[in-house]
C-alpha cells in the first residue's frame, strides 16, 4: 500500500515563528500537493510539485512556500506564521498526472 | 478555473439506507476522483473514475463525461461510511486534483 506520512499530526506555534510541514512518500511518486482544508470552504491548493525542484502555485500560495530536495519529501514553509493559517494541512500524491492521489493523515496546525 | 459542486452539502440517514451523492463540474475533466474522510481526517481515495461506473462493495460511482457530472452510490448504509465525501476533479488543462465542498453523511444506528 501507499503510505503518505506528515511529520506531525497536531502542531502549535507562535506568531510570528518560521514552520516547517514534511511530508514524505514512499511509492516513488512523480507528483505531491499540499492543501488546507478550513470548515466551509473545502481543500484548496496551496503548491504542487511534479518533479524534484520543480513547484507550481496553487489557488491559495500567499504566506507559503515548498521545498522538494528529494523525491520523496515534499515540505511545506509558512515563513512567519500568523493566525489566519490556522488550519488542517493534508499531504497528497500520486504516480503522475491523472493517477489516484493518496493523503497523509493530516497536520492539524494552531498558530497562537 | 474549473467549479465543481457538490450536492446535498449534508445528509442523514438510519442505518440500511441507500443514497446517491452528485458532482457536477463546469469543464472537461481528465481525472475525477471520491474520497471519504473519517471523522479523524483521513482521507481515504474511493475511485478513481474519469468515465464509466465502478463498483467495490456497497458502493458504486458513475461518471458521465459528456453531461459533466459523477455520482457516488451508497447501498445498504453503515455508521462507519459516516463522515465527509469529497469529488474532486482535474480539467484537461489543469495540473492537480480541485475539490468540491462535500458532503457530511451521517448514518444513526
Known amino acids: 500500500d501507499v503510505k503518505v506520512t506528515q511529520s506531525s499530526r497536531y502542531l502549535v506555534k507562535r506568531t510570528g515563528e518560521k514552520v516547517f510541514l514534511e511530508c514524505v512518500q514512499d511509492?516513488?511518486?512523480?507528483?505531491m500537493f499540499w492543501y488546507r482544508q478550513d470548515p466551509g470552504l473545502g481543500l484548496r491548493l496551496i503548491y504542487f510539485?511534479?518533479?524534484?525542484?520543480?513547484?507550481e502555485k496553487g489557488d491559495i500560495p500567499e504566506g507559503y512556500s515548498v521545498s522538494r530536495e528529494k523525491k520523496e519529501r515534499f515540505s511545506l514553509i509558512l515563513e512567519s506564521a500568523s493566525t489566519n493559517q490556522t488550519s488542517m494541512y493534508l499531504c497528497a500524491s500520486s504516480l503522475t498526472g491523472y493517477e489516484q492521489a493518496f493523503f497523509g493523515q493530516g497536520t492539524r496546525l494552531t498558530v497562537v | 478555473g474549473i467549479q465543481v459542486e457538490q450536492s446535498p452539502p449534508d445528509l442523514i440517514l438510519q442505518e440500511g439506507a441507500n443514497s446517491t451523492l452528485r458532482c457536477n463540474f463546469s469543464?472537461?475533466?481528465?481525472?475525477l476522483q471520491w474520497f471519504h474522510q473519517n471523522p479523524w481526517g483521513q482521507l481515504i481515495n474511493l475511485f478513481y473514475i474519469p468515465s464509466g461506473t465502478k463498483q467495490n462493495g456497497r458502493l458504486s460511482a458513475t461518471t458521465v463525461a459528456t453531461e459533466r457530472y459523477s455520482s457516488l452510490y451508497i447501498s445498504s448504509s453503515q455508521t462507519t461510511d459516516s463522515g465527509v465525501y469529497f469529488c474532486a476533479v482535474e480539467s484537461q488543462a489543469g495540473t492537480a486534483l480541485i475539490f468540491g465542498k462535500g458532503t457530511t453523511l451521517s448514518v444513526s444506528s
Open positions: 511509492m516513488d511518486h512523480e507528483n
Open positions: 510539485s511534479y518533479d524534484v525542484k520543480m513547484k
Open positions: 469543464d472537461s475533466v481528465n481525472n
